[in-house]
């Protein structure tokens, strides 16, 4: 990975983007897009939207969301502890004794993730899975008027997000889901070659997908493509508990995942699959039997129909401060993507047929 790429993606996964409360990524998604884009714009939802040759009749949109789960601050009580409500799919269990920070109007306000230590349990509540009301944020006030002074109701929380190298080109963060798709389809607009740039090309940093694919709607509508690839991640498989009979095999480092099933159009996966092979740019193939729960779904459906696509990057740990994933991979998807849109134009069609 390029070390300007690096850094931009090591910025993105420091940089707080709770659902809902993104703008400071986006801020940063803005800035390296300014670059290499011809236009770089923001919408009322917050979605980031940067184009190229974006006057072409044939329109190619790439989404990646740069929302990540959080926590909101619900209540402080007489003692002045936080008490929250979840931003996207938490597991509680991966919650407690984290350090998190309230990124309040003030600036950072760091705090713990407290629960009753384990010695005062009663037997019936070790056997039972936390609840987030079980749960709270200790900021170290003195009282309620202390807590109030540092922060408001709404402000929103994030896990530590730093980023850690591990062996093979693998990396651990709290926000590769989906931080590294929004990274790969802005790194994707810039590989492309300019020469065989024959459509208008939309890179999208989408919003509040942990939230019910909201940016993506909204963008999809707007930009209005022909053809729109959602990158993801997706569960990787190659480590224990995971059974791959019923998730794939997926496995770190071994390249982009090009997904097939319903929600995808056949012209679109064939073409990544054919540009794959062509350029050597390693890959695999996962199968899906609805849509899944990406933006995909969404860019499916917009107006008329819309020639979508999903890849994917493996990713061990989603949804926990931990996850894992492979530079290597976030690299074979960037490629894929800006290798598929070289030599598109109006003449291209991805109406499905028989021999598809």
């Known amino acids: 990975m390029e070390e300007k790429s690096r850094a931009f993606l090591n910025q993105i996964l420091t940089t707080p983007g709770p659902s809902g409360y993104e703008q400071p990524v986006q801020e940063i998604v803005r800035e390296y897009a300014k670059s290499f884009a011809d236009t770089v714009t923001t919408d009322v939802l917050g979605n980031v939207i940067a184009g190229r040759n974006v006057d072409a009749p044939f329109r190619v949109m790439f989404t990646g969301h740069c929302d990540q789960i959080g926590l909101t601050v619900q209540y402080i009580d007489a003692e002045g502890y936080l008490y929250f409500l979840p931003l996207g799919g938490w597991d509680v269990q991966n919650l407690i004794g984290q350090h998190v920070t309230i990124w309040t109007k003030n600036g950072p306000l760091p705090g713990v993730v407290g629960r009753k230590p384990i010695h005062l349990l009663r ?8 609840k987030i009301s079980d749960l709270w944020i200790d900021i170290g006030a003195k009282d309620k008027a202390e807590a ?4 408001r109701i709404g402000d929103p929380v994030t896990v530590n997000m730093q980023v850690h190298d591990l062996r093979n080109n693998l990396i651990t963060a709290s926000a ?16 492309i070659d300019a020469e065989k740039l024959n459509c208008a090309v939309f890179a999208v ?10 940016g993506a709607t ?3 509508y707007s930009v209005h493509p022909h053809v729109g690839i959602a990158v993801d991640v997706t ?6 508990t995971i059974d791959k009979k019923q998730n794939g095999d997926i496995v770190l480092g071994k390249g982009a995942v090009i997904e097939r099933g319903p929600n995808m159009n056949p012209k679109v996966v064939n073409r990544l699959l054919e540009v794959g092979q062509q350029h050597t740019i390693p890959y695999q193939l996962t199968a899906t039997g609805t849509p899944p729960g990406t933006d995909a779904r969404v860019i499916q459906l917009s107006r008329g129909g819309v020639a979508s696509g999903l890849i994917s990057i ?13 530079l290597d991979d976030m690299d074979a998807v960037a490629d894929l993507l800006a290798r598929f849109t070289e030599g598109l134009d109006e003449n291209t069609s991805f109406i499905p047929s028989a021999d598809d």
Do not use: I
């Not at 940093?205 to 909201?214: A, F, I, K, N």
């Not at 569960?235 to 224990?240: E, G, K, N």
């Not at 990713?315 to 994933?325: A, I, L, T």
């Open 123 to 130: 037997e019936e509540e070790r056997r039972q899975v936390p």
């Open 148 to 151: 109030e002074a540092l922060l």
């Open 176 to 191: 590769t889901d989906d931080k590294t798709g929004a990274w790969a389809v802005m790194e994707a607009l810039r590989r």
């Open 205 to 214: 940093s989408t919003v509040q997908e942990e939230l019910g694919l909201r």
């Open 218 to 220: 909204g963008a999809a």
């Open 235 to 240: 569960f990787a498989s190659d480590c224990p």
């Open 314 to 326: 493996p990713n061990r740990y989603m949804h926990s401060p931990v996850e894992v994933v492979s």
